[in-house]
């Protein structure tokens, strides 16, 4: 088997899980040593201003990271993270990763050796579980270079250094391929069946013109979950660290990482796959009125030809996944001034929706860009961005006070009259 491309990569990055698969193949036990190397996606879009330029920066640097690591190792590429495999025992103590790659990417990594049992299946789940905890150390060594390179020492401090909060966000990492063996269609997204892969967005967003919509979706609050707005206390949907700070607990008082990491990457499995059925649900939901690709981690972007369409496939995903996992949707028409403008409003609008989450605005989880939003909607809204400022920089979701300010216009434009006062007021004004 060919690994396929790992989408959203640039040319020669072969999918992390198709050469993982194709590693285990022969069926026969062998030992291995095993890198990941992660990166601060967040930040780096943040530094971008824009989701996809972010996200195409991060994922260039990983690709010049990979070719820089030479013959020895067989990189491969999913999502924000780089996988080097090399058969036999080594002792990569270096590795050729910049702390800082090119475009300001912060990175990590760390690596561990593994005996791979005999046959293909059990090889193949032993590896893929390795990558899991291996990005682990990689993502803690990310925010803390100084600890050692090798996972299981680096992991060994996290009782000792993390809260359990900060503990459950680390067990909530992103896994290489959810579904194991399962095979994607070939226009799918490798570590995503249903999923229409990224690699087709950009010739289909090239010849998307007038009447056409641009459509940005992301999975509102992935990993805490969404508690009601109105302060009942009432939680909407479940996040993916939120559903393992029992672990954490556990980790922390003593039980055995090995126990604490096998647990974790079920429960992880089990998310991973509900939000792969519901970004697939998501897709389908447009039916013949356009294509929704597998660009984001925990979202999609793609072209409608009418809104309706996209409002009754976010209604129906929603729907489906009730209580588990909620999109919003970002919509805005393409006009005359071309592609990029289009896709600035899309990702306003979604935001829009993210200052709305858990509530009933907007209707069916979608704004369009340029619709006013309802005073009821403009003072939650606002009221969200006043919360954040209120408990100051560092805390989750301070960056969408951030988003916010640098689109203060795009606000002002889309709230009544009454409310922009108090909009300048919190966003520093007109641009």
Partial sequence: MTPRHAPGFPPGCPDSGDVLQELTAGGRPFEITLAVVTSALRAGVEAAGDHERGLETVRASLARTGTACGPAWSPSYYGKDLVLVRRGRHDPERLPVPSTGAGGVRHGWAWERCVLPGGADAGFAVLLRACYVVSMAARLRRDEPGLPARAGKALATVPGRLGTRRTASLLAGVLVRPYGALTA???????????????????RAASAGPGDWLVMTDVHDIEWGTVRAEGSGERLTAGNAEQLLGLAAEWHAGRAPSEVFGAAYRKRQERERALVDHLGELARGVGNHGVLY????????????EPSALCHAVTRANGTSAGQLVSGAGLAALGVDGLDAARRRAAFALHVTKTLKGTDHPAGGVHVFGQPLTEPAAGTALGFLERLRTAGAGVPGAHHLDHARRHRTDWSRHLPVAYRPRAAALLGGQD
């Fill in 185 to 203: 269609a070939p226009d799918e997204d490798p570590r995503m069946p249903g999923v229409p892969a990224a690699d087709g967005w950009p010739a």
């Fill in 294 to 305: 597998g660009t984001f981690g925990d979202g999609l972007s793609g072209v409608v030809s």
